[in-house]
């Protein structure tokens, strides 16, 4: 049996040897019950830990291109580029992309989201309706 103390802000350092035992990790969360006038404290995983998956020296170069691709065409679509199938491939092994919308980040799709946003833009068609106030509001203005 350990004895630990309580912090001046109700602090409590998990013995080594429990916390070894249990497999924790600092940043881990537990959750604590009282019970029969004890404080019981349960470990908590809020997400499951993956194992990270190996890649290559090449394929962690394509991952690094296909992240940017990925970035550039969430924050500027017009001056992005999609990906090549190296570049899915990657991005898919890894789960940065799934492969069920893998088609959606191909160069050939992007090609044209750009063409629908420039149009979007230029005001020739309009854009994503949040709601159908917003789409009666626009079509009563086009009249």
């Known amino acids: 049996m350990s004895v630990v103390r309580i912090r001046p802000k109700r602090q409590i350092t998990i013995p080594r040897k429990l916390f070894d035992e249990?497999?924790?990790e600092a940043g881990d969360f537990m959750e604590a019950v009282a019970e029969d006038g004890k404080i019981v404290m349960?470990?908590?995983?809020?997400?499951?830990?993956?194992?990270a998956i190996p890649l290559s020296e090449e394929e962690q170069k394509i991952l690094l291109r296909a992240k940017d691709k990925i970035d550039c065409i969430k924050k500027d679509l017009i001056h992005s580029e999609g990906l090549n199938r190296e570049e899915i491939a990657v991005a898919v092994k890894v789960g940065l992309i799934s492969i069920e919308q893998a088609w959606w980040w191909t160069e050939e799709w992007q090609e044209g989201?750009?063409?629908?946003?420039?149009?979007?833009?230029?005001?020739?068609?309009?854009?994503?309706?949040?709601?159908t106030e917003e789409l009666i509001e626009y079509l009563s203005k086009k009249r």
Do not use: N, V
């Open 42 to 51: 349960i470990p908590k995983r809020l997400a499951t830990k993956d194992e």
């Open 22 to 24: 249990l497999h924790l």
């Open 113 to 131: 989201e750009r063409e629908a946003e420039k149009a979007i833009q230029k005001g020739e068609i309009s854009a994503p309706f949040k709601s």
